[in-house]
């Protein structure tokens, strides 16, 4: 089916206490294995990109690549932009197809923040895309972001209202306690944080730095309102790590397809466990259901 908007996808989610699992694509294959994962358990799937990644291959190669594995499939997906500063990077992606972008001026003080997210607002509705926004800074590093932990500031609730308000998101992205990237120590969430962010903005939360988080975690956070959870290292480590893995156990095997499918199917069993953690299962026919119900 086409590519779906973000937003009604993820009211859906908040609503009915579920996340829908965001996973960073780092090319077709993994593309492929996170739609296939999301069909195999009749969920709703986002593809995320960042910025580098486009950068490495292009906006029209992705938009195919997602396209691609979207249009066979029976399930909702998104392509969605994460974490960007750059204007031209994001009206150039609701331009070549992207379902949703993210607009990331957390390093600004508030008022510029919300100025720059606002001009990124107008770009959504021009291209009837859905759209993240950040408040408070996240730890750890995405991309060229870099924010230590000293620097780290979480989202106050007062200011997420106002920040909400003023914008309609489809996703607020916002500081808990949660960071980018592996956890040095044990992670310390704010589940209060979360609640009372989610109690003031109605807003569903995307939950960023997903890669670490225990089940609990996760169940926690969805039930006070995470709807959107990433997942970008995780993924990266079974990219390769399973590629590795492969070579070891058959060091004379140099057929490309081999390693290959080894490597998808590694992927792949990782995006079920995230996507069944967050409670997507069977969601994608109850989501298209609401829609069919709501037109
Ligand atoms: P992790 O790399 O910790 O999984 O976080 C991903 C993320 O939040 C992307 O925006």
Redesign the pocket.
Known sequence: MPLVNMKPLLRHAMDNHYAVAAF?LVDYSSTKAMVKAAEELNAPVICQTSSKTIKYFSHKEIVSWVRTVAEDSPVPVVLHL??CHDFDMIEECAKSGWTSIMIDASEFPFEENLARSKKVRDIAERYGVGMEAELGQIM?V?DDMVVDEADSVLTDPEDAKRFCDALDLSAFACAVGT???FYKGEPVVDFERIAAINALTRTPMAL?????LSDETFAMAIARGAAKI?????LKHVFVQSFVDYHTANPKDYEPLRVLDAQYQAIKTMFHGFIEKFGGTGQGAKFLQSQREMA
């Not at 990433?230 to 995780?234: E, Q, Y």
Request: hydrophobic share 10%.
């Open positions: 960073n994460d974490h750890g995405e960071a980018h990237g960023h730095g997903g890669t670490g990433n997942i970008s290292t995780n």
